[in-house]
């Protein structure tokens, strides 16, 4: 199973917003939408960075709430890991816990096509583990 098998089901639509955007509104946005990240575009929508729950956290305990005035481009991850809709979900799990990070945007011909996280890998590894049983019990019971 590939990328493109988890952003079928899911769906390809990302939270994305500007580098100088305040790091409360992020705050805010994260928790508005119920996601762990958002993906910061320039204005021609290339990656400059990336936020999280966690680099949000950081930045409070380094610098306290003044961090939430400035901009999410002082907090963000600037190396963002990126995969592409053909890498299998073992290598996605393998760079995830390699580079100890959750998300992962999906980028195809330098486009962000959608975003990857730690739940959608590991329910797409349970349902192919419980297809994997269930084959096996059928297989075992017409033995």
Known sequence: MNVAA???EKGRSVFTAA?????QEIARELTQNGVGCIVLVDKEGAICGIVSER???????QSGSKALAAAASKTM?????????ADTIDELMAE?????????PVVESGKLVGIVSIGDVVKHRIAEAEMEAAAMRAYIATG
Do not use: Q, S, Y
């Open 96 to 104: 995830m816990t390699i580079r100890r990070v959750r998300h992962i």
């Open 77 to 85: 991850t600037k190396d963002v890991i990126t995969c592409r809709e």
């Open 6 to 8: 988890i952003l079928k």
């Open 19 to 23: 580098p100088d955007i305040p790091l």
């Open 55 to 61: 680099d949000i956290v950081k930045a409070l305990a």
